[in-house]
């Protein structure tokens, strides 16, 4: 079974149209970060949350981290063509010395 | 300005032919590691060494083994490559193993023929 799962698989929006991704886990999450990967290439670091409740936002991208640290979401505004690809989560669940990854939500933008 | 950089950007092997993967890193980090991603699927951690200490998790295939020379170089070595073996090799660094981003090479592309 997957530890982390993303919702949705695929997600089609207009550009201009706010979007949320979810990442969600039956464990509790000890970092959570979030990751973009462009069709093909590596990923490339978006942000890091720890803390129950903590958000962080970089340009017109918001993470959030439920207070359980069970759950996070991606936020984007007013998406624009650039933010196309896909995103993953990845998280330490304690124990093991390692980042585990959703299997992503991938994101098109109409234009 | 590339900090992780992995070689080839993509590799064409045949059945059984062994095959290495390439990674170099300029961040002097002491984690390196290798995921493997299938198509749609998520990352997947094959191995990672703390400096020189090398650990393997436990589903990796004796198929996969790792070399890592140096501080800056880690190598994948698959023996015997298989078709379930295609897949995109994703090289990784980071500074320690806890509450640390890692930074990623731009993958390998590996086909099997």
């Known amino acids: 079974s997957q530890e982390l799962e993303q919702s949705p698989q695929s997600l089609i929006v207009q550009e201009g149209k706010n979007l949320t991704i979810n990442c969600t886990s039956s464990?509790?999450?000890?970092?959570l970060y979030w990751y973009k990967q462009k069709y093909g290439e590596g990923l490339i670091f978006l942000m890091m949350?720890?803390?129950?409740?903590e958000e962080k936002s970089h340009e017109k991208i918001t993470a959030k981290l439920d207070e359980k640290k069970q759950q996070s979401s991606l936020h984007i505004t007013a998406s624009q063509p650039s933010h196309a690809g896909i995103y993953l989560c990845g998280a330490d669940m304690g124990g093991d010395d390692k980042i585990i990854f959703g299997k992503g939500t991938r994101l098109h933008i109409l234009p | 300005d590339a900090m992780v950089i992995q070689n080839p950007r993509y590799q064409v092997t045949q059945f059984g032919k062994p095959v290495t993967l390439s990674c170099s890193q300029t961040l002097n980090h002491n984690v390196m590691y290798w995921y493997q991603q299938k198509s749609s699927q998520a990352p997947k951690l094959l191995f990672h060494y703390y400096d020189k200490d090398f650990n393997n998790e436990a589903d990796t295939p004796d198929n996969f083994q790792s070399r890592r020379p140096n501080t800056s170089f880690c190598f994948l070595d698959i023996r015997s490559p298989g078709l379930g073996d295609a897949a995109m090799y994703l090289c990784?660094?980071?500074?320690?193993?806890?509450?640390?981003?890692?930074?990623f090479g731009s993958g390998t592309q590996l086909s099997v023929l």
């Open positions: 949350l720890q803390k129950g409740g």
């Open positions: 990784a660094t980071s500074r320690g193993v806890k509450n640390e981003k890692l930074f």
């Open positions: 464990k509790t999450l000890y970092g």
